[in-house]
């Protein structure tokens, strides 16, 4: 089996990274981590990273005057290391069109919410002011419009009385950590593909149950 070369890219924390490296250690993960580059040279991920022996690197956005210079970096240090397929893992940087589209098809992100609701940014809050009783975290294709691209995985949470910002993300944040690692082995195995426009899936799963809340 071949397995595609996979890099990370991360901005802070990264503990879906470290699900998606822990993933990648089983021997028949269609998936290597070949490398996770963070735009932050403190982010604790990069750290985690190398603790897990995977080759790191930090392009610091900051050291580039414009958008495109810091991804033209970007994307040479990727090709450079035959990299051919990318996750964004609370990557918080946004992407020019001329990158996306360059990567297109072949670059995914996880998002804290069940979208189309909630894009961009404090998901939680605004579902807990919104008053959803279901909540969840998304991995989609990365389009040009900000987590606008076709949904590969979604899961979904309760959202339970008493719930705050913290108590939610904690929730949402189990599941993503279960979410991305299935995502990018259905993408890899070639089980779930892109075709005009939306992601389509070669196997079939058991339609009958359901999240209730509450239950
Ligand atoms: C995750 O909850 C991820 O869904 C979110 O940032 C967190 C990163 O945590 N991503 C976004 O909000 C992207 N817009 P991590 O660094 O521990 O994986």
Redesign the pocket.
């Known amino acids: 089996m071949s397995r595609r070369r996979v890099a990370i890219l991360?901005s802070?924390?990264?503990?879906?990274?470290a699900s998606l490296i822990e993933a990648a250690r089983a021997p028949d993960y269609p998936a290597e981590i070949a490398l996770v580059l963070s735009n932050r040279p403190d982010a604790e991920?990069l750290e985690r990273a190398r603790a897990a022996g995977i080759e790191t690197l930090a392009i610091d956005h900051k050291a580039h005057a414009t958008r495109e210079s810091f991804e033209q970096a970007l994307d040479s240090a990727l090709r450079e290391r035959g990299i051919e397929f990318i996750c964004l893992?609370?990557f918080?940087r946004v992407l020019t069109d001329w990158f996306v589209e360059s990567w297109a098809g072949r670059m995914i992100?996880?998002?804290?919410s069940l979208l189309p609701l909630f894009r961009g940014?404090h998901?939680h809050r605004r579902a807990l002011e919104e008053g959803v009783l279901v909540h969840g975290?998304t991995v989609h294709f990365v389009v040009p419009e900000l987590?606008a691209g076709p949904i590969v995985a979604q899961a979904a949470v309760p959202v339970v009385p008493g719930d705050t910002e913290e108590s939610l993300?904690k929730r949402i944040?189990v599941q993503?950590h279960l979410l991305y690692p299935k995502a990018l082995g259905l993408i890899c195995s070639g089980r779930a593909r892109l075709k005009a426009g939306r992601v389509v899936f070669s196997e079939g799963w058991d339609a009958g149950g359901a999240l209730h809340s509450p239950h």
Do not use: K, V, Y
Request: hydrophobic share 35%; aromatic share 0%; charged share 15%.
């Open positions: 991360i802070g924390r990264g503990s879906n990274m991920g893992a609370g918080m992100n996880i998002h804290p940014i998901t975290c987590d993300a944040l993503e």
